[in-house]
């Protein structure tokens, strides 16, 4: 685990080191972060001013953001991207994982299923930190996260609904752990309510703000 940790404080530490040594500076730095800084925290609703929680993923979080430092004192906009749980894409991560067991009827709820599970489209991963770019008033964090975040349960109820198969039996917990491996068990049954307030208010519109039509897209099952 020491490993995950070092490999992201380290790379962004030489960057921004690196950055803030040169002659001609970047206008802006945006460093990859998580919602993993909030940790489990049920269903308190988590904006960018929130604290941070407890446990591994916080920690590497708080250090991952810290590393970047040296930029930010060299006068470079740094931005800090708090990438949802999920980012939907068809071909990997976690709905990539979650596509063959759904598709066989056994996708349903993880544990009890009422934790809160944050995800944003591909499209708006990619157009909300262009945004950020562009934008010279943005720094600081960001919740890139879609606004209609669901609780685990619903988003397997229309993830079944799209792709017409049955979502109701449980996950068993040796199942999660096959799927999506020991940090995997954590991400999927950790709650994190996590609002895109600083998206909202910069004026940021949402692709697909609403989960059945984002899933429908990058699936290209329409109906």
């Known amino acids: ?110 544990g009890r299923g009422r934790q809160w599970l944050s995800w944003i489209s591909m499209d708006d991963e990619v157009y909300a930190m262009h945004h950020l770019l562009m934008t010279e008033s943005c720094e600081g964090a960001y919740n890139l996260v879609s606004p209609g975040i669901v609780q685990q349960k619903r988003f397997a109820k229309v993830l079944g609904k799209v792709l017409r198969r049955p979502a109701f039996i449980p996950t068993p917990p040796f199942g999660v752990w096959i799927l999506f491996g020991k940090m995997g068990v954590t991400l999927t049954t950790d709650s994190t309510r996590v609002v895109p307030g600083r998206l909202q208010e910069i004026g940021y519109r949402f692709e697909h703000p609403t989960l059945e039509p984002a899933l429908r897209d990058t699936l290209g099952i329409w109906r």
């Open 1 to 110: 685990m020491e490993i995950i940790k070092s490999s992201r404080t380290e790379s962004t530490g030489l960057l921004a080191k690196t950055l803030a040594g040169l002659e001609q500076k970047p206008e802006v730095f945006l460093v990859a972060s998580a919602i993993g800084y909030y940790g489990n925290r049920g269903d308190e609703e988590l904006l960018e001013s929130s604290d941070p929680g407890e446990g591994y993923l916080s920690e590497t979080c708080l250090a991952w953001e810290a590393s970047a430092q040296p930029a930010k004192d060299a006068g470079i906009r740094t931005i800090h991207a708090r990438t949802a749980g999920i980012v939907l894409d068809a071909t990997g991560g976690g709905l990539g994982k979650m596509l063959l067991p759904a598709k066989l009827g056994a996708g349903g709820p993880i």
